[in-house]
Every structure is written in C-alpha cells, then in structure tokens.
C-alpha cells in the first residue's frame, strides 16, 4: 500500500525539509511489522511528491500479536495491501517531526497552509466513499474517493483516496493518522488505554469539533466502551472555550469583566490563598492561558508549578504567554503543562501541595463532577485547594443576560450561593476538608458577589 504527498509550494522541493527526509535518497525505516520506505519519484521546484510505501510482514505481524483468534483469519487478512492503522503507526514514527508542526531549517513554512496532494491507496472504505467523504470533507479536503476494482470485476471495499486542500502539513499528516484507522475495520494492534492520549494529541484542535466526532472516537477506539467515554468526555471539554478566543463574540461575562476587571480580582486572590498556606508545590487545574501561573510564578516559595488543562490548543497559548523555554522565561524545571482531564486520576499530580480550579467546575458536565471531586478531592491529597465559580443569584444585575441564561456559552451550569454552599459542604465533609467560602468582586447587598470562592483546607 502506499501514501503519496505532493505540493506545488514554491520551491516545491521545501517538502523534504518539512518532511525531514532528503528527496534524492530512498528512507528505510524496520518496524516491528515489517518495514517502510520514504522516496521521492518527483522531486521539481514546480511540484514535489513524496510516498511512503508499507512493506508489512504478516508473519511478523501474527506472531507479534499474540492473539488466540481463528487462525485462517489471521493470515488471511489484508494487512500487507491495504493502508490501516499500521500506515498510522508508521506515519507517527518516520514524520515525527512534520507531525509535530516543527522544522529545523523551514519553520514559518511548517507554521503556513500550503497546496497539498494526498493520494492513499488502497484505502478500506468501511462505511463506503460517503464516510470518506464525512470524514475529511469538513477539514477542508477536497475529497475523491474512487472504489477499486476487484480482479473479478465486483466493487470492493477498498478505495484510491485523494484530498487536495490548503493546509498545514501537521494537520494533513494528523487528520491522516487519526482518519485511517477509523476507516479500517479490522482489529487495531495498538488498541490500549494509551489509545485516548493519541487520539486527543494528534486530533485534539480539530477533532473536538469535527461534526463525526462521536462516530471517529468511537470507531478508532473500536467500541471499547470505556476507552471511547473517556475520549468524547475530554474532547467535549477541549470545545473552544468562547471568550478566550480572540475572535469569540463578547458575551456578557466578558462585557461585564472588562468593566469590572473581576478576573484579575479573583486569579490575584486565589495566588493569595496559595502563597498564604505555605505551599511550596502548586497545580492550577483548568490552567487555560496560564494567567493564574503567571501570578504564581511570582511566588519565590513555589519551587514546583503545574498547568493542567484539557485544550492543547489553551496550553500552547499558556506555553507562549508565559514565554517558556524563551529567554526571560522561567527556570525549565519550575513550570510544567500537562494536558490531562480533571475526570480521571493523574499520577503527573502527586505529591502536590496545593490546588486551584479558578472558574473550571461550571465548564464540566454535572453528572461528570463526582469524577472530578474524586480525583481531584480524593485521590490527589491536596492540602488546599482553592474553586471560584459564577455567582448565579448576581445574574440578574446584568443588562445583556436573559432570566435563567449562563453568563458564557460554555458554561454547563451556574449555581446560585446556596448550591455552591451545598456542594462545597458536602464535598469537603466527604474528604474531610474544612471549608470558607468568600465573594469576590464588590458585593452586591442582595445578590452578593460576581464570584464566588472556595477554600478547602486539611
Ligand atoms: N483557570 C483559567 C481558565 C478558565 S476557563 C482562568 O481562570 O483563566 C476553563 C478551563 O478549564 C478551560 O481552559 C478548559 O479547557 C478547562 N477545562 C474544562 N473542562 C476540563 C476538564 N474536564 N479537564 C481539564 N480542563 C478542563
């Protein structure tokens, strides 16, 4: 089976840069199912193409697998022909580099959409052209997905693919290695619970609002129930966050932010609560652009800083904002960003002293928040942990905001002071925390304050 990728960029032979692969040698490459190949059968300043060719061995792949299926099937398959997860595993190793967007000698060129061809031949269509068609379509692909003859004339499963569109490299080669798998029927040899961090790493940007996500996590986790639940509860989380994008349409919380600069007033009291209760270790959860960790890199006492966020797209904003790894960033090993669900246990957190979840509950789904109160109240051992939310019963001080309606449009819930009070007690009593709960903003006499915040002590 082969992938080709071709570029009319001029000078089209930038493609090996960006590929990191010289198009005037032939790129071999062993793995554990058999081996590939990376040459280049045009390689013009007007037009340059390169191909990857899979040369699997279905020997090597059987006895690698360890597997107690049919045998028959097992040698019988069509994993030497057809492109599968395996052109996945092999992309991920022999572009690397291209797939991490970086280019030693040609970044702006790795950072910029160029004219891309992509053929991918054959391609098991399970689900036929239509779901090609799906699939790639709304990443800006034009799609061509031809079915391929059998030798006895009949239709087969299989499709010659081509896309051509203006994109980044990155996203061409990242669309490819989550797509195909997903088009591939057969069994995955790499299905394990690693699978959600790949899935999210390569296609997190894109795929959190691609209009098939549900079907794509589902078939590339291959219905594994669990494993596929864990993927569409993070990728509903990393849906672009309105309001910290710059393009998002201000919404009320914003309008009324600017006005009032609430969200400097509250990220400066939670750094406050965190410096007050001696810790010397700290993990901003749901760390967005990093403003809390910017205040709290100004905390001589805080030796060890954690950013955790579920948006890769949030925490490369974070990484640029508090200029790590750049001269007059911070110290390397004083700052790092994890990306990681808040639902699930992260063993990157122990030992930490302290935590603060600065405007984060309301963005999680209500029947998702015991998941988080486990994690991050039980398991974790936090010493402090510091939670501001929305103030509900303020709403009604707002112009823009209709009765009942969120102050943000990705809010899952607000809560009133009384239901905040009822979930923080309850929560604190189950972990044996003790609790004060403060306003933050200038309080209104009736409706109280903009924010409300929490402290958890133990
Ligand atoms: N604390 C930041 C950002 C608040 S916006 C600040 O005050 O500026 C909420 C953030 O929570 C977003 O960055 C979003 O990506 C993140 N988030 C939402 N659900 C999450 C989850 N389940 N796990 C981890 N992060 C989550």
């Not at 990155?170 to 394990?192: E, F």
């Not at 079907?215 to 219905?223: E, F, H, Q, S, V």
């Not at 001269?327 to 960003?337: C, E, I, K, M, S």
């Amino acid at each position: 089976m082969f992938l080709s990728i071709a570029t009319t960029h001029q000078p089209a032979t930038d493609l090996g840069y960006l590929l990191m692969k010289h198009p005037g040698r032939v790129h071999e490459t062993e793995h554990a199912f058999g081996r590939s190949y990376v040459l280049f059968p045009e390689a013009g300043a007007d037009r340059c193409e390169a191909v990857l060719l899979l040369e699997i061995d279905p020997i090597e792949l059987v006895r690698g697998r360890g597997q107690t299926e049919g045998l028959l099937d097992q040698y019988v398959n069509d994993r030497p022909y057809a492109a599968s997860s395996l052109l996945s595993v092999a992309l991920n190793r022999v572009f690397r580099t291209a797939m991490a967007g970086t280019s030693r000698e040609r970044q702006p060129l790795a950072d910029s959409a160029i004219p891309l061809e992509i053929t991918v031949r054959p391609l098991p269509a399970q689900g036929g052209a239509e779901l090609v068609e799906r699939l790639f379509a709304p990443l800006g692909w034009q799609v061509t997905a031809a079915a391929l003859p059998t030798p006895a004339g009949t239709p087969s499963r299989y499709v010659a693919l081509t896309l051509a569109g203006t994109l980044r490299l990155a996203d061409a080669l990242s669309h490819l290695y989550v797509l195909i798998p997903v088009l591939d029927s057969d069994k995955h040899y790499w299905v394990g619970d690693d699978e959600v961090e790949k899935l999210l790493a390569k296609g997190g940007a894109w795929l959190s609002a691609h209009p098939e996500r549900d079907t794509i996590a589902r078939r590339y986790l291959k219905d594994r129930r669990k494993l596929y639940r864990a993927a569409l509860d993070r990728l509903a989380a990393a849906e672009p966050e309105a309001g910290t994008e710059d393009e998002a349409p201000l919404q009320p919380e914003a309008i009324v932010e600017a006005r009032l600069n609430t969200h400097d007033l509250r990220l400066d009291r939670a750094a406050e609560i965190i410096r007050q209760s001696g810790a010397t270790s700290v993990a901003d959860l749901g760390c967005g652009e990093g403003k809390l960790l910017r205040r709290l890199l100004k905390l001589p006492a805080l030796g060890r800083i954690l950013g955790v966020d579920v948006s890769v797209q949030s925490l490369r904003r974070a990484s640029e904002n508090l200029k790590l790894g750049l001269p007059g960033g911070p110290r390397a090993d004083r700052v790092t960003l994890l990306q990681g669900a808040l639902t699930y246990r992260d063993p990157r957190w122990a030992g930490t002293d302290a935590a603060a979840l600065v405007e984060v509950i309301e963005h999680i789904e209500p029947d998702r928040l015991p998941a988080v109160e486990a994690v991050v109240f039980g398991s974790a051992g936090f010493r402090t942990i510091v939670v501001t939310t929305p103030n509900a019963d303020y709403n009604v001080l707002f112009d823009g905001l209709s009765a009942g309606a969120f102050r943000h449009s990705d809010h899952r819930f607000e809560w009133t002071r009384a239901q905040f009070r009822d979930w923080a007690e309850a929560v604190a009593a189950r972990h044996g925390y003790s609790l004060e709960i403060e306003g933050v903003g200038e309080p209104h006499a009736e409706h109280g304050a903009l924010t409300q915040l929490a402290v958890f002590r133990r």
